[in-house]
């Protein structure tokens, strides 16, 4: 049976950072979550124990979502972390310099054995690592949202990732239940370049007036069995999100990865999908 991480790190404490949290915990990890200032790592703790009693309402939680929450604390800043933490996940914005100045901080405040990760969906970990005085423990651990019901891990090794690294990650994976998915680090891995693909085509589906976000979101679940069209989809990682990856990817990969000019517009409204209450759908 899997062994799950003694000590776990999360830096950033939004959507993706909480369901890390939150997944390690409920495998009997003690985590310990950063948010810049001591209101923001508040109200990142809250979120999580929201999440663990909306969980424990449901019977998803080995234990009480109030055994579970004992075992996370939040800290207002990454010198906090745990000297000997065994894995620190880096889950703050898509950001290539933000996400590389926390992983630095993080590698001067825990041990020489702490395994470093980072959650990006399409920064490049080479480029990455190379902020790190040991990138041959780093590698990307790519969460899917929402994280404590998603079954996939992406795990994505850099040249310089050693051996152990890789296999403390399929290790700590298997231990939270999900399936992993090992690539060579590339622009967009495997499944945010695959992912995008599609959608921005769903998106310049809707921009040249082919069917309605229901009819090609239909199509796609019914007819592929995909969970969710690509357009619900986008709405539920966000069109910014969305709208950064491409931008990324069409200037590492080309054209085909260009972004559609519907996408560009409803992000410069402010119509970012289920976070602010209306993308391609209306959200309540």
């Not at 296999?167 to 891995?189: H, N």
């Not at 054209?255 to 289920?274: D, H, I, M, Y």
């Not at 209450?277 to 309540?284: D, K, S």
């Amino acid at each position: 049976m899997a062994t799950a991480p003694g000590t776990v790190g999360v830096v950033g404490g939004g959507r993706m950072g909480a369901g890390i949290a939150q997944s390690f915990a409920a495998v009997g990890s003690t985590v310990v979550v950063v948010e810049s200032g001591e209101e923001a790592a508040a109200a990142a703790l809250e979120r999580i124990v929201s999440s663990l009693r909306r969980a424990d309402e449901r019977g998803r939680l080995d234990g009480s979502a109030e055994d579970v929450a004992a075992r996370i604390t939040a800290v207002a800043s990454v010198e906090e972390l745990p000297a000997d933490a065994d894995l620190v996940v880096e889950a703050v914005p898509e950001d290539a310099a933000l996400k590389a100045g926390v992983l630095a901080a993080a590698e001067k405040a825990v041990g020489e054995r702490t395994v470093l990760a980072t959650n990006t969906s399409s920064l490049s970990v080479t480029e990455l690592a190379a902020a790190l005085s040991r990138p041959g423990r780093f590698l990307g651990m790519h969460f899917f949202n929402p994280v404590p019901a998603s079954e996939l891990v992406e795990l994505v090794v850099a040249p310089d990732t050693g051996r152990a690294t890789v296999d403390s990650a399929l290790e700590w994976t298997r231990a939270l239940g999900k399936t992993d998915v090992v690539v060579k680090d590339s622009p967009g891995f495997a499944s945010s370049r695959l992912g995008l693909a599609l959608g921005l085509e769903a998106v310049r589906m809707v921009e040249e007036g082919v069917a309605a976000p229901e009819a090609i979101d239909d199509a796609m679940r019914l007819g592929y069995k995909h969970p969710m069209g690509p357009l619900r989809l986008t709405d539920l990682v966000g069109l910014d999100v969305r709208l950064a990856i491409a931008e990324y990817l069409h200037e590492r990969l080309g054209e085909r990865f260009a972004p559609p000019q519907l996408l560009r517009e409803k992000v410069a409204r402010g119509e970012l999908g289920r976070k602010t209450g209306r993308g391609f759908y209306t959200w309540e």
